[in-house]
């Protein structure tokens, strides 16, 4: 596709959202930037204009309908916004958390693309772009909430992917790994299952492993947003891309090999 009309980000005030913004602005379209703040965007107007590129801050909350407005002219929409949570053990996540994770990663995310169609279809075709997580194809332990969340839009992807085919739409699934955000930072921390005593080894594990396997892995925000415009402007790109090196691996490896292979090479990690 060519790089024209309108393209609305979600989760736009930091980290890849901001990042995919931006270089969505600077390849040519006009990019609404959306974020539940619109004072946590800042100088990106700005910035965009002074790369020569066209972007508005709005507001919009995925888990608030009242304000997703989608423009008309919409030809990409990149459902970004999403949450995270503290990752205790499955026995001791309160079913609260669950409920606010599937909040704003699920039902705000269908509601935004379900509202998002009717325009793009207008508009004779374009892009729906969802960031997941390269998390999905990895059976982290203390990870259930958001990896079940995840692969929630997942499965939503390939429906969509046949859904839509008919309109000129099409549907990518981002998978990003360690990319250097405010996200990663807070991921660096110990996972609240440390504190469980039936669970810290394996926590500790989990942990100080994360921090060997990642050592010199993590992707600039930047680089990882031209990798996403990329795959949008792509018409040949596949269903599930990658966009810095641990995550085009894992998916390699994830296609290559069998679930109970995968499996139990995963398993490995955290439990040998």
């Known amino acids: 596709m060519d790089a024209s009309g309108i393209a609305l980000v979600t989760g736009a005030s930091r980290g890849i959202g901001r ?11 006009e990019v609404v ?3 539940r703040d619109p004072a946590a965007g800042g100088a990106l107007t700005a910035e965009a204009a002074a790369a020569g590129g066209s972007l508005r801050v709005a507001r919009l909350d995925v888990t608030d309908p009242e304000t997703i407005v989608v423009p008309d002219g919409l030809r990409v929409l990149v459902n970004n916004a999403g949450v995270e949570a503290e990752h205790p053990p499955f026995e001791a996540t309160p079913l609260e958390v669950w409920r606010t994770m599937y909040e704003t990663n699920v039902f705000g995310l269908v509601e935004t693309t379900r509202r998002a169609i009717p325009a793009l279809r207008a508009s004779g075709g374009g892009v729906v772009c969802n960031v997941t ?8 332990p203390f990870y259930g909430p958001y990896r079940s969340s995840k692969a929630a839009v997942m499965a939503i992807g390939e429906t969509l ?3 839509l085919a008919p309109f000129g739409i099409r549907v990518l699934e981002v998978m990003p790994g360690p990319i250097d955000t405010d996200m990663l930072a807070e991921s660096e921390r110990p996972t609240a299952a440390i504190d469980h005593p039936a669970y810290a080894d394996m926590a500790r594990r989990m942990f100080e492993g994360r921090q060997e396997r990642t050592a010199g892995l993590v992707t600039p925000a930047d680089e990882a947003a031209r ?6 402007l792509d018409d040949d790109a596949p269903l599930r891309v990658g966009c810095d090196p641990l995550s085009i691996g894992l998916l390699d490896g994830w296609r290559a090999t069998s679930d109970e292979e995968f499996m139990r090479a995963m398993m490995g990690a955290w439990l040998d």
């Open 133 to 140: 997580s390269s998390s999905i194809l990895v059976p982290v």
């Open 161 to 163: 992917r046949v859904e």
């Open 227 to 232: 990798m996403i415009a990329d795959a949008i």
């Open 19 to 29: 990042a995919v913004a931006l270089e969505l602005a600077r390849r040519g379209f």
């Open 33 to 35: 930037a959306t974020m």
